[in-house]
């Protein structure tokens, strides 16, 4: 199940299941957005991405969605391993400019 | 793939001393480079964006006389945290991206934690 806790929402999957990872985006200009995934003391991990003249982009066991209507996005991670435990962020980019905003983040615990 | 550096990985301060981070590219040519903080629990904020060769460009509510930033090289950029008290105790994560690359060529060293006493 999710639970939400002072800082950072967690969502507990078994090995094997599918995992949805949401992400809520604020700016109505960015037009392209990314997956990263970060393990315990390390840095960013590119995952996936998706430019917003797409709706669903597919990559090996992961499935981003982008809903633009309600400035929502989504990371399906499918048959979730132990190895896929960390927390995951979304970032959001406007066109034109270099940077990269973060979301909250969502850890995810993969228990076998 | 790119791979970019961190050093110290970690590092415990006194207060009120000064501590400096580094970045490095290996190999590749970072024309940019990017200084995250992140606090435990909580998310990457930018802190600053730097060019090599040109000043800083910090995000609005950090110091930049408390948060030194240095490009001097296409494959080095250093982070000095001056006066460090312990609400500067954070993870400092830095990423670099060569040219006029994409967005997702934005590739992240390992971190440096930062503790202050």
């Known amino acids: 199940g999710e639970s939400v806790g002072l800082h950072l929402p967690t969502l507990s999957v078994q090995e094997g299941d599918n995992s949805i990872i949401n992400c809520a985006y604020s700016?109505?200009?960015?037009?392209?957005f990314i997956w990263y995934k970060q393990e315990s003391g390390k840095g960013p991990q590119f995952i996936i991405d998706?430019?917003?003249?797409?709706d669903k982009r597919q990559g090996q066991r992961v499935t981003v969605l982008l809903n633009k209507t309600v400035k929502h996005l989504s990371l399906q991670i499918a048959a979730t391993q132990p190895g896929d435990s960390a927390v995951y962020f979304c970032?959001?980019?406007?066109?034109?400019?270099?940077?990269?905003?973060f979301g909250k983040g969502t850890m995810l615990l993969v228990s076998p | 793939g790119a791979v970019v550096s961190q050093h110290p990985s970690w590092v415990i301060c006194k207060s009120g001393t000064s501590v400096k981070i580094e970045c490095r590219s290996l190999?590749?040519?970072?024309?940019?480079m990017f200084w995250y903080r992140q606090f435990p629990k909580q998310s990457l904020m930018l802190m600053a964006t730097?060019?090599?060769?040109?000043?800083?460009?910090?995000e609005q509510g950090v110091e930049k006389d408390k948060f030194l930033i240095n490009h001097a090289s296409l494959t080095l950029s250093t982070l000095t945290v001056t006066s460090a008290h312990p609400e500067d105790s954070s993870f400092y994560i830095c990423?670099?991206?060569?040219?006029?690359?994409?967005?997702?060529?934005?590739?992240f060293g390992p971190g440096t934690r930062l503790t202050v006493t």
């Open positions: 990423s670099a991206r060569e040219g006029l690359a994409a967005i997702y060529e934005q590739y």
């Open positions: 700016n109505s200009a960015s037009d392209y």
């Open positions: 998706i430019r917003s003249n797409m």
């Open positions: 970032a959001e980019n406007i066109a034109g400019y270099s940077t990269l905003t």
């Open positions: 190999d590749f040519q970072a024309t940019t």
């Open positions: 730097s060019n090599e060769g040109s000043k800083a460009t910090y």
